[in-house]
């Protein structure tokens, strides 16, 4: 069955750059997108078909895939972004990635 | 505005069958694939499957054989039904829009609901 890889976690810095990756094999060949999830909150969709973000989506949130890789970007990241962070892709089922804790500190 | 709202028991025996409803709003559910996904607490996402207005069903593999969801178009609801639970199946159980197109975006979600496992 298809996997995909995320970091356990990761931190930045408020108004830094943060970088969440996923790894699939050819995970460029598909598309990916990825989910944000607060505590006690359901995930919301924050970018779809590698690139595109949901109307709503604020534009510091960005993707981008390629090779096996995928990366949700967050330019100047602020508090409120913290949050789990879900990579999702299709294979015929839907595959979810085991998820990367953002912390803003 | 789509909205999406499971019900169910919060608490189901070991061996028994658990059993949720998705009520949908804003939207007809002819259209789309309509999915359940879980969250153990503490843990991450697992899909269990997705179901069309026709009747057409794609289910995870790893939980295939326990699994059967079904369509009430008249009621716009889609329901789960998951036999034989363990406390392993103790998770938050989400109901979603999913889009077919792409990575199949799971773009509407309901608040979920806590099911638990025990005697």
């Known amino acids: 069955s298809y996997e995909l890889t995320q970091p356990p976690s990761v931190s930045v810095s408020p108004g830094q750059t943060a970088s969440i990756t996923c790894s699939g094999d050819k995970l460029g060949n598909k598309f990916a997108c990825w989910y944000q999830q607060k505590p006690g909150q359901s995930p919301v969709l924050v970018i779809y078909?590698?690139?595109k973000r949901p109307s709503g989506i604020p534009e510091r949130f960005s993707g981008s895939n390629s090779g096996n890789t995928a990366t949700l970007t967050i330019s100047g990241t602020q508090a409120m972004d913290e949050a789990d962070y879900y990579c999702q892709a299709w294979d015929n089922t839907v595959v979810f990635g085991g998820g990367t804790k953002l912390t803003v500190l | 505005q789509v909205h999406l709202q499971e019900s169910g028991p919060g608490l189901v025996k070991p061996s028994e069958t658990l059993s949720l409803t998705c009520t949908v709003s804003g939207a007809s559910i002819s259209s789309y694939y309509w999915s359940w996904i879980r969250q153990p607490p503490g843990k991450g996402l697992e899909w269990i499957g997705y179901?069309?207005?026709?009747?057409?069903?794609n289910y995870n593999p790893s939980l295939k054989s326990r699994v059967t969801m079904s369509v009430h178009t008249s009621k716009n609801q889609i329901s789960l039904k998951l036999i034989s639970v363990t406390p392993a199946d103790t998770a938050v159980y989400y109901c979603?829009?999913?889009?077919?197109?792409?990575?199949?975006?799971?773009?509407?979600w309901g608040q979920g609901t806590l099911v638990t496992v025990s005697s």
């Open positions: 979603a829009r999913q889009n077919p197109t792409g990575s199949h975006p799971l773009d509407y």
């Open positions: 179901i069309y207005h026709s009747g057409s069903t």
């Open positions: 078909q590698d690139t």
